[in-house]
């Protein structure tokens, strides 16, 4: 458990909308399964008083964490007005935030994940599936059913191909630790450096699968920052080349960031790099 | 999305910063609205691809020689690009380039401001042999403006007068929701300090606030993608691929080249696609002559699998259908689709091993 564990109370932000209200069940049965507090409050501006999944909705977060004990926020609200929630909850003092909302504007992230660094909270995303600690906490949407308990970390810029390499761990008989998605968008919170330190300092952690998309240079940052034994995997080989941001981008991030120098560079540190999800278990039996 | 040079220009000058004098055309008869301009002309197709200097994109020449000129630069294809818009431009006669970009820096999560004493084309050059000539200041993005030290820090023996530009640009970059505002180069010309060129990429996030459509040359299908939402690149190959997920889209992609078979396109039909999207977005991969057999890689987050299923069998199309579903809703899925005759695999890797086999 890197970020919470099962006595960790939730808020859901978003909660009477299509998204939260079909994902507040989902991560309620998944703690009634493993003895967790779950989502314990909701929250929808002008929906005071209503209720779902039989749990209580507020107006704001700041109502909802006087009547709640609440350690983490799962944002559902659609994203022209995601930023303004994450800075709701980073105001409530909730230390820990995790953002699904995907087509949040940049700079709208920016100002949120600066605002959230002032009040001390942790921010996972934008775009992202949340995190999932299998038999502690679901603080998010990844599909719980395809995890198992264990002592392998996954970290993912990606939402479904996490869920792939989760499903072949699993069948496998690998379980995991912990399984972060930490979101696609070029700016997000919480970076591989970041969920890899945390991994460093879990003791249920032994290795790490880290999950890569093109562009931008994270995943060597992460790879470089850790002494943890990591597992790599990185989408896009067949990619057209993305667009290059000018030449700022090649002056910031120094090589092009396509799939295959990030897989070259990965493998010149001396870190495994899986050619397809499926060859992941082997090569994590190779590190144990 | 890219801005055009011009479209950049007349927002740089909207927020104070120098642009030459130009004029857009888009016919050589348009020639005449550029008198007054200057005796020396720049010419400079209007393209979305960088490096066009290098590849043709700029001629010089007298305003005499200008019907000539324009003719050429229309007549040519450039990187697969036809010249339709030509920016005419008094040409600058340079003293001295610098260097100024504005950009959103992935790994600090803040504006990152850049600038260096030579600009030009050969910027990246200098910055892999000299990073030290290139001056780097992070902007805490809560700051409205660039705090004077960071200023100094990063002008450095520079001409004073760029600091209101880099205020100026600063601006842009924040209340235009770019995420690469640059100018290469900043150019120190006898009437004073001009944005010779100028790049404005637009966050795609935010298009609809700032006003923007895009109205590019799209193909039928790819229109009709653009209009559900989904992310769609046609490619060679007879394998449709339908994945949920940019990442587990690629992946599917990448597998396909792994085991010897060739994508027709990339769709990513996006999160929480549900039965009427999954529908329009089969008979959009299925309206592809080039397609034998169509490869649904789905996994539910949000998206819910029988829905998805739903959708597959409403599409009614000719071709076969590979599908592979985990996630919400799972089991429901499975048994619609079986109940159809569809077939249905565990894992990806036997997904895509169906799929190659089957367009073979």
């Known amino acids: ?288 | 999305m890219k801005l055009l040079e011009y479209e950049a220009k007349n927002i740089l000058r909207e927020y104070g910063i120098p642009v030459p004098p130009g004029i857009v055309i888009t016919g050589k008869d348009q020639l005449e609205n550029t008198e007054g301009l200057s005796d020396e002309l720049a010419f400079k197709a209007q393209l979305e691809i960088g490096g066009r200097g290098k590849a043709g994109g700029i001629l010089f020449g007298k305003r005499r020689d200008a019907s000539r000129i324009a003719q050429d630069l229309f007549s040519r294809t450039i990187r697969g690009f036809r010249v339709e818009r030509i920016l005419v431009e008094k040409r600058l006669s340079i003293e001295q380039e610098y260097y100024l970009s504005v950009m959103v820096d992935r790994s600090s999560r803040e504006p990152l401001i850049l600038f260096a004493l030579s600009g030009g084309v050969d910027i990246e050059t200098l910055a892999q042999e000299q990073p030290e000539a290139i001056h780097k200041i992070h902007i805490p993005s809560l700051l409205t403006e660039v705090p004077p030290f960071a200023m100094r820090g990063l002008l450095r023996g520079a001409p004073k007068e760029i600091a209101p530009l880099v205020q100026k640009l600063y601006r842009v970059f924040r209340e235009r929701d770019t995420i690469l505002a640059e100018i290469n180069p900043l150019a120190v010309t006898p009437e004073g300090i001009v944005a010779a060129d100028a790049k404005l990429i637009i966050d795609d996030n935010a298009l609809p606030r700032q006003g923007i459509t895009q109205d590019r040359d799209l193909t039928p299908r790819e229109r009709e993608a653009e209009k559900y939402g989904f992310s769609y690149v046609e490619l060679e190959g007879s394998i449709g691929v339908i994945g949920n997920g940019a990442g587990l889209t690629m992946a599917t992609l990448d597998l396909i080249a792994v085991k010897g078979g060739k994508a027709a396109n990339f769709l990513d039909v996006g999160g929480g696609a549900d039965q009427e999207r999954v529908m329009r977005a089969v008979r959009l991969v299925a309206g592809m002559p080039s397609v034998r057999v169509i490869l649904v890689n789905l996994l539910g987050g949000i998206t819910r699998c029988d829905d998805v299923a739903r959708g597959v069998i409403e599409a009614g199309v000719p071709q076969s259908i590979v599908t592979r579903l985990a996630g919400t809703n799972e089991e429901e899925g499975k048994r619609i689709l079986k109940g159809h005759g569809y077939e249905m695999y565990d894992t990806m890797e036997e997904a895509v091993h169906a799929a190659v086999e089957e367009a073979r």
């Not at chain 1, 009634?32 to 749990?55: E, L, M, N, W």
């Open chain 1, 1 to 288: 458990m890197i970020y919470g564990d099962r006595s960790c109370g939730i808020l859901v932000t978003g909660a009477t909308g299509k998204q939260g209200a079909f994902h507040i069940p989902l991560m309620n049965a998944y703690a009634h399964r493993v003895g967790g507090q779950g989502v314990t409050a909701g929250v929808t501006p002008g929906k005071q008083g209503q209720k779902v999944d039989g749990i209580p909705v507020y107006d704001s977060a700041k109502d909802a964490l006087r009547a709640h004990d609440i350690q983490a926020g799962v944002i559902f609200v659609p994203s022209g007005g995601a930023a303004d929630s994450v800075m709701e909850l980073a105001d409530a003092g909730l230390p820990l935030i995790i953002t699904i909302t995907e087509h949040i504007p940049v700079h709208d992230t920016l100002n949120a994940l600066a605002y959230a660094r002032i009040r001390g909270s942790t921010v996972i995303g934008p775009n992202c599936p949340g995190l999932l600690s299998p038999g502690e906490i679901k603080l998010g949407i990844i599909p719980d059913h395809l995890a198992s308990r264990g002592r392998v970390g996954v970290v993912s810029r990606s939402g479904t191909l996490t869920y792939e390499v989760v499903h072949e761990l699993t069948r496998a008989g690998i379980g995991q630790s912990t399984i972060v998605g930490i979101g696609g968008d070029p700016v997000i919170g919480q970076t591989f450096v970041d969920v890899l330190a945390r991994f460093e300092e879990d003791p249920l952690t032994d290795v790490v699968v880290m999950i890569g998309e093109v562009g931008g240079s994270l995943e060597e940052e992460g790879a470089i920052s850790t002494e943890l034994p990591l597992v790599a995997y990185i989408a896009g080989i067949t990619a057209p080349p993305e667009k290059r941001m000018g030449h700022a981008g090649a002056i910031v991030e120094g090589g092009s960031g396509d799939a295959r120098s990030k897989i070259e560079n990965l493998r010149a540190m001396g870190i495994p790099v899986a050619s397809r999800p499926s060859e992941i278990p082997d090569l994590i039996r190779g590190l144990l």
